[in-house]
């Protein structure tokens, strides 16, 4: 007997997996009129690949397809083994990319309508319970037209795929989650990009304010600028407007000066940006400016 499955309980949603294989970064964003998307359909492995697994989403299809990938077989050939011996398979969809950028999907063909993919060079599109087809068109030229870092190109591509039509039954949750080989925090793992907007009126435009945010705060930058001259000065005096300096009476950039600033950086969650160098961050100086006209005016 052939197990019934509602609209309610389908991770119905739109996706896109992507991979820059000059960067080595690969990755999954996704949308959902579903609770916490992002826990379920984004799986992806540095150097490795990706795998987005939605519609009656079995989420062995992420760590299995990954392991797949590793061994060596292509996205044709991790999917073909997914499904085969899976009884649920007709209403699944699944797509697998690798680092190469090499990409497959697979729509059963009992998903709700409409359901359906497109496959590109460094990228697979797909939905189900979508508005229409222009979805996910929309959302394969987004991310073609874009040259864009891999995260910002899939965010995109999904607001370009909500604006086509989206998924039929609305919007809640949306996730990007990119890796690439020793862009973890602190280069401790290899997680670039894991942001989640779990229950949302407008999760996609959540998703762009939180990435924006982490470009800000979780990315490191070579834009340092050396403290000297008027620079030096106006850094110093900034400190001390904010009381992590205790006068202006330093002649050089010493360590007490460099200990303020430090805690000042530290402090704002700039970790990445810190340089033990007699130099500063772009962000942080701005940041530092911010700061101290609030003061200013509270």
Not at 114 to 143: D, P, R
Not at 212 to 221: D, N
Request: glycine share 8%.
């Amino acid at each position: 007997m052939k197990k019934q499955v509602s609209k309610e309980k389908l991770v119905a949603t739109f996706s896109i997996v992507g991979a820059d294989p000059k960067t080595g970064e690969v990755g999954v964003a996704v949308q959902s009129k579903f609770l916490a998307v992002g826990a379920v359909v984004p799986w992806a492995k540095a150097n490795v690949g990706a795998v987005a697994t939605q519609s009656w989403a079995n989420t062995k299809y992420g760590p299995e397809g990954l392991e797949l990938l590793k061994q060596g077989l292509s996205p044709d050939e991790v999917i073909a083994k997914l499904v085969t011996d899976d009884p649920g398979r007709n209403l699944r969809q699944v797509a697998v990319i690798n680092a190469q950028g090499e990409a497959a999907a697979f729509t059963g063909e009992e998903c709700f309508d409409w359901a359906g993919h497109k496959t590109g060079k460094n990228y697979s599109c797909q939905g189900n319970i979508l508005v229409s087809e222009e979805t996910v068109t929309a959302m394969s030229a987004s991310f073609e037209q874009s040259t864009d870092p891999l995260a910002e190109r899939l965010i995109k591509a999904l607001a370009a795929a909500q604006h086509a039509g989206g998924d039929s039954r609305g919007k809640q949750s949306a996730a990007v989650y990119v890796v690439q080989e020793g862009a973890g925090y602190g280069g401790y793992n290899d997680v670039k990009v894991d942001l989640r907007v779990d229950d949302h009126p407008e999760p996609i435009d959540e998703l762009l304010r939180l990435y924006e945010l982490h470009k800000i705060f979780g990315e490191s930058t070579d834009e340092q600028l050396e403290i000297e001259g008027e620079l030096f000065e106006e850094v110093k005096g900034h400190l001390v407007r904010l009381g992590l300096l205790d006068s202006i009476d330093h002649d050089g950039y010493n360590d007490t000066v460099k200990d303020a600033l430090k805690t000042f950086t530290l402090r704002e969650n700039f970790d990445d940006r810190w340089s033990e160098e007699r130099l500063i961050d772009e962000v942080v100086l701005e940041q530092l400016r911010k700061k101290q006209l609030k003061n200013e005016t509270e």
